[in-house]
């Protein structure tokens, strides 16, 4: 006979889910493979984890240090010949082989080429989760092909030489909407010129509230990715986005209910009224 207590604590675990995790060695940085991985690990378990590229070129040296640390799976691909990718190729070809073992829940795909656009689509089709990863370069195609894309800047380290250089590598179209990470957030108009898009966020939260205009923060979270899969309030300057909200107190009212029969506490929040 099973324990109860045991049964409760099965039941009260997260399912994890397990992803297969594959690298284009030519379109990613080993700086942000340890953010990366540590990211992936908040939806699930990295069951596989390989990476795609030729490892005999001086571009790719890079990777040789942290492949071991991290247990990733090196595919070595050389160059059939000057001008095409043969490693796109290897990479779609071995995701299609995992997907037909029906052994995952997820991928996350590691690029910032345009050319995973079909397989992320492909992937979606079978019902599992495409979690998507590249730089801001990354063509808008491929970013809303993916359930969630996370903008690689967010998970690089800062240290104190490069804290005010990190932005200034972001695209200037995205510059507007993003506030220095490294500093200390200011929500005054004067000193944080770069404002969140109102529109965006009332959008999503009109489709997550209730008839009394509150939504569970969870859930406008959840519409926030839906909406927009690259969505990530790092690229705002806030860890959480509670903390988004919490610091733009002239758009949002927040409200703290106590769950019944728990100790735990819930946030909600709706839109401010004029």
């Known amino acids: 006979m099973i324990s109860p207590r045991l049964v409760a604590k099965i039941e009260s675990e997260e399912p994890k889910l397990r992803l297969a995790v594959l690298i284009d060695v030519d379109n990613a940085s080993a700086s942000v493979i340890e953010g990366l991985l540590a990211e992936i690990a908040r939806f699930g378990e990295a069951t596989v984890k390989r990476i795609y590229g030729d490892f005999t070129s001086p571009a790719s040296s890079q990777w040789k240090k942290v492949l071991n640390k991290n247990a990733i799976k090196p595919v070595q691909q050389f160059a059939y010949t000057t001008g095409k990718n043969a490693t796109d190729s290897t990479l779609i070809i071995e995701a299609m082989d995992l997907l037909y073992t029906r052994r995952f829940?997820?991928?996350?795909?590691?690029?910032?080429?345009?050319?995973?656009?079909?397989?992320?689509?492909?992937?979606?089709?079978?019902?599992?989760?495409?979690?998507?990863?590249?730089?801001?370069?990354?063509?808008?195609?491929?970013?809303?092909?993916?359930?969630?894309?996370?903008?690689?800047?967010?998970?690089?380290?800062?240290?104190?030489?490069?804290?005010?250089?990190?932005?200034?590598?972001?695209?200037?179209?995205?510059?507007?909407?993003?506030?220095?990470?490294?500093?200390?957030?200011?929500?005054?108009?004067?000193?944080?010129?770069?404002?969140?898009?109102?529109?965006?966020?009332?959008?999503?939260?009109?489709?997550?509230?209730?008839?009394?205009?509150?939504?569970?923060?969870?859930?406008?979270?959840?519409?926030?990715?839906?909406?927009q899969p690259d969505f990530d309030p790092r690229l705002y300057g806030f860890k959480k986005l509670s903390d988004l909200v919490k610091a733009n107190a002239d758009i949002f009212q927040l409200e703290e209910r106590s769950v019944h029969g728990s100790s735990s506490k819930v946030l909600y929040v709706r839109a401010k009224k004029a």
């Open 105 to 227: 829940d997820g991928f996350c795909l590691v690029s910032s080429d345009s050319d995973f656009t079909g397989l992320a689509l492909r992937i979606r089709e079978e019902g599992l989760t495409v979690l998507g990863f590249g730089e801001q370069k990354t063509p808008e195609a491929f970013r809303n092909a993916c359930h969630k894309f996370i903008f690689t800047e967010v998970l690089r380290p800062i240290t104190s030489q490069d804290s005010v250089t990190s932005v200034a590598s972001i695209e200037a179209t995205q510059v507007k909407n993003i506030a220095v990470m490294s500093l200390p957030i200011n929500t005054s108009s004067e000193q944080n010129p770069n404002k969140i898009p109102c529109d965006f966020f009332l959008q999503a939260l009109d489709k997550a509230c209730d008839d009394a205009g509150w939504a569970n923060l969870a859930s406008f979270g959840s519409y926030l990715s839906k909406l």
